[in-house]
């Protein structure tokens, strides 16, 4: 097996008001990494049912390899509503199969040949799920780039969870409303927005912090040094996965060798074009991934 990039967690159907669309950050980012000639893949669980198949088959269209045993669960599904701005809002079904995640010999053999991998908070809400996240990282190589991309969604994190994500990881993704929610959690609320990320990035040792603000641009904290980036102005289709497919775009640009303010340029563009198209895995331009192989 090469080395490979993981997206690690939910995969799900996001059931949208003109239709349901394949969706969950890490398959998302997978998607988006394997744009950029790697070996990225989905790892999850689906359920014994219709859409389970449904969504191999559509990974397999898409050309994305994936890790996604079949569990006694069912699939799982998101009821996405859309604001006029085409913001969406989530109804997160529980007790799903990305819920019960088990630690398999194969997602055991993936973490061993792990270049990079992608985690959110959400697919921790389940012990089962937790534990075999921790334990991917725990098998992966030393060498091995760990994104906490946090993706704080309706209720499902705690503090403890939050906190043992961000000693594990080497690079912390977060947006502007959900570091004012880790500001007031971790008890420094009246801080400004650079010095909490400055804070952040000491405190758990990181090598880098990602702040996006939406239409605000966005940040890369490194130690010793800031990259900002405007937001372009595009006619927005709906902003489902632009972030992931940020994170997925920066962290191939990352491994290829770029420098973090190139990488950062690219993943804003990035997460500008998909933020034009419908759902969250477009095919993106051979312009930005054909000089960036």
Same mark, same amino acid.
């Given at each position: 097996? !090469? ?10 159907? @996001? ?5 349901? +669309? ?15 000639? =790697? @070996? ?8 014994? @049912? ?11 269209? +898409?050309?994305? +390899? ?7 669960? &069912? ?27 088990? =630690?398999? &010999? ?31 990282? #725990? ?8 994104? =906490?991309?946090? $993706?704080?969604?309706? !209720? ?7 906190? /043992?994500?961000?000693?594990?990881? #080497? ?5 502007? /409303? ?16 650079? $010095? ?19 239409? $605000?641009? %966005? ?5 010793? /040094?800031? %990259?900002? *980036? ?7 289709? @709906? ?5 992931? %497919? =940020? ?8 491994? !290829?060798?770029?420098?973090? +303010? ?8 990035? %997460? ?20 960036? *192989?």
């Amino acid at each position: 097996m !090469n080395k490979i990039i993981v997206g690690l967690g939910e995969a799900l159907w @996001d059931c949208l008001p003109e239709g349901k +669309k394949l969706g969950g950050a890490p398959a998302n980012f997978a998607y988006h990494a394997s744009q950029f000639g =790697f @070996d990225a893949r989905a790892v999850s669980a689906v359920g014994k @049912d219709a859409l389970g198949d449904e969504t191999l088959k559509e990974f397999d269209a +898409k050309g994305l +390899k994936y890790v996604m045993p079949h569990v006694d669960f &069912p699939t799982g599904t998101v009821a996405v509503t859309l604001d006029a701005e085409g913001v969406p809002t989530y109804d997160i079904k529980q007790n799903v199969a990305w819920d019960n995640i088990p =630690f398999t &010999p194969e997602i055991e053999e993936a973490a061993h040949h792990c270049e990079a991998v992608c985690f959110g908070s959400l697919a921790q809400r389940s012990e089962v799920s937790r534990k075999t996240i921790y334990q991917f990282l #725990d098998s992966t190589p030393a060498s091995c780039l760990k994104i =906490f991309d946090i $993706n704080l969604r309706q !209720n499902f994190y705690s503090k403890e969870v939050i906190q /043992e994500s961000l000693k594990r990881c #080497d690079i912390l993704k977060i947006n502007d /409303e959900e570091l004012v929610t880790i500001g007031r959690m971790f008890g420094y609320p009246g801080l400004d927005i650079e $010095n909490k990320c400055w804070l952040i990035l000491g405190k758990y040792n990181l090598r880098m912090l990602v702040l996006t603000c939406g239409t $605000n641009g %966005s940040y890369v904290f490194t130690p010793g /040094e800031l %990259s900002f *980036q405007e937001t372009p102005k595009v006619k927005v289709a @709906d902003t489902v996965g632009a972030g992931d %497919s =940020f994170t997925g775009s920066f962290t191939a640009a990352i491994l !290829n060798g770029m420098p973090v +303010k190139k990488a950062h340029e690219l993943a804003v563009k990035v %997460s500008a074009f998909v933020c034009t198209q419908d759902g969250a895995m477009p095919k993106l331009p051979e312009e930005f991934t054909k000089n960036n *192989q």
